[in-house]
């Protein structure tokens, strides 16, 4: 990652990396556990083993492969689950350019290595840092590595494993995921603005996941809550 | 061999969605585009909070309103509390528990 720039005043880089791992180690508990099981459930929709690791090596994109592996057991065509997949993943274009303005300073290749690894999770984690203005590359790296790291283990645990654990579900672990974006989103909610757009994305969830297939909901109300909250304030300017 | 194109080609087009937008916005930004993206956090995490705690997974969702949801409540009014982020899945965690238990 030598073509990372960052601010200077900040830590050192390889802290900033660092930080940016420990910061995600929380959410380890709720990404392992859907790791093995996505392994467990690819194996047995007759994926081999080196396939149910490659696809979280290259694809690395927990929903969508729950749902590839769903698709394969169901024996779906390999178009539809390849077009499936984009669209299920197509809310990584708002997450990437929702961190573009922050990675402006950083090399091509240090911003294109950075999108590789983007996931709901580190992204949440290292916007959070740039918006309280002390986000940098480095510490999105980290995070996306250390999401990186802990859904290549669990995957590989849930292959050597191979036997079906119990649900994490049956424990709440999946509640892990929303809390941990209830205590990003809080202390966000102190600005009148910042009010409104989440009450506006959350009528917009709540229609979304109710009407609309798959992630679609994540997509609508990161688009329209954000342009609601962006023409409030150029209202309020003029 | 099937698989294995269909993996590729699932890689393929989940780099893409990552990757167009860091390729095609480079330079400045305009401002209503700065401003507009600046709000996407907010938005974004709002959909991903809500979504798991208080709609139902599954071919039917519908409207829930059961422990995953108090467990939400409980998490944020302690986020609005310490703005802490473990803490926050601490509470929500012990208090999913609770309900659990208790009921």
Redesign the interface.
């Known amino acids: 990652m030598a073509e990372l720039q960052i601010s200077t005043h900040a830590p050192g880089r390889a802290a900033q990396v660092r930080a940016g791992f420990v910061a995600m180690m929380?959410l380890w508990l709720g990404a392992a556990p859907f790791g093995v099981i996505y392994a467990v459930s690819a194996l047995a929709a007759?994926?081999?083993p080196a396939?149910t690791v490659?696809?979280s090596l290259?694809?690395?994109?927990g929903a969508?492969q729950f749902t590839?592996v769903g698709m394969?057991a169901a024996a779906a065509a390999?178009v539809t689950?390849?077009v499936t997949?984009?669209i299920v993943?197509?809310?990584?274009?708002?997450?990437?350019?929702?961190?573009?303005?922050y990675?402006?300073r950083s090399g091509l290749w240090a911003?294109?290595g950075?999108?590789?690894q983007?996931t709901?999770e580190s992204?949440?984690i290292g916007?959070?840092e740039f918006?309280g203005g002390r986000g940098s590359a480095a510490y999105q790296f980290g995070a996306n590595i250390s999401m990186y790291f802990v859904w290549q283990c669990s995957t590989l645990a849930g292959v050597l494993l191979g036997r079906v654990l119990p649900d994490p579900a049956a424990y709440?672990l999946?509640?892990?995921?929303?809390?941990?974006?209830?205590?990003?989103?809080?202390?966000?909610?102190r600005k009148r603005?910042?009010q409104v757009?989440?009450g506006?994305?959350?009528a917009?969830?709540?229609l979304?996941?109710?009407w609309l297939p798959g992630s679609w909901?994540?997509l609508l109300?990161?688009?329209?809550?954000?342009?609601v909250?962006?023409l409030l304030?150029?209202r309020g300017e003029a | 061999m099937?698989?294995?194109?269909?993996?590729?080609?699932?890689?393929v087009?989940?780099?893409?969605?990552?990757?167009?937008?860091?390729?095609t916005?480079?330079?400045?930004?305009p401002i209503?585009l700065?401003?507009?993206?600046?709000?996407?956090?907010?938005?974004?995490?709002?959909?991903?909070?809500?979504?798991?705690?208080?709609?139902s997974a599954g071919d039917a969702?519908?409207?829930m309103a059961g422990?995953?949801l108090l467990?939400?409540l409980v998490?944020?009014l302690v986020?609005?509390r310490t703005?802490?982020?473990?803490?926050?899945?601490a509470a929500?965690?012990a208090a999913?528990?609770a309900i659990?238990m208790l009921s």
């Not at chain 1, 290259?58 to 994109?61: D, I, K, P, Q, T």
């Not at chain 1, 993943?89 to 303005?101: I, Q, T």
């Not at chain 1, 109300?221 to 342009?227: C, E, F, M, N």
């Not at chain 2, 916005?25 to 930004?29: K, V």
């Open positions: 929380p007759g994926l081999s396939q490659a696809m290259l694809v690395f994109a969508s590839a394969f390999p689950i390849v997949t984009l993943n197509a809310r990584h274009l708002l997450l990437a350019a929702s961190l573009s303005p990675l402006r911003r294109l950075l999108a590789a983007l709901d992204y949440a916007v959070r918006l709440g999946d509640l892990v995921f929303p809390l941990t974006f209830i205590g990003l989103l809080v202390p966000l909610l603005d910042s757009v989440a506006v994305a959350a917009l969830t709540l979304g996941a109710l909901y994540i109300a990161g688009v329209v809550a954000s342009a909250g962006a304030r150029r | 099937m698989i294995w194109l269909t993996i590729l080609g699932m890689a087009v989940t780099l893409l969605v990552r990757e167009i937008p860091l390729l916005m480079r330079g400045e930004l209503w700065g401003r507009w993206l600046g709000y996407v956090p907010v938005a974004v995490f709002t959909a991903l909070a809500l979504r798991p705690i208080a709609v969702p519908h409207l422990a995953p467990a939400g998490g944020g986020a609005w703005g802490n982020t473990l803490a926050t899945i929500g965690m999913y528990w659990r």
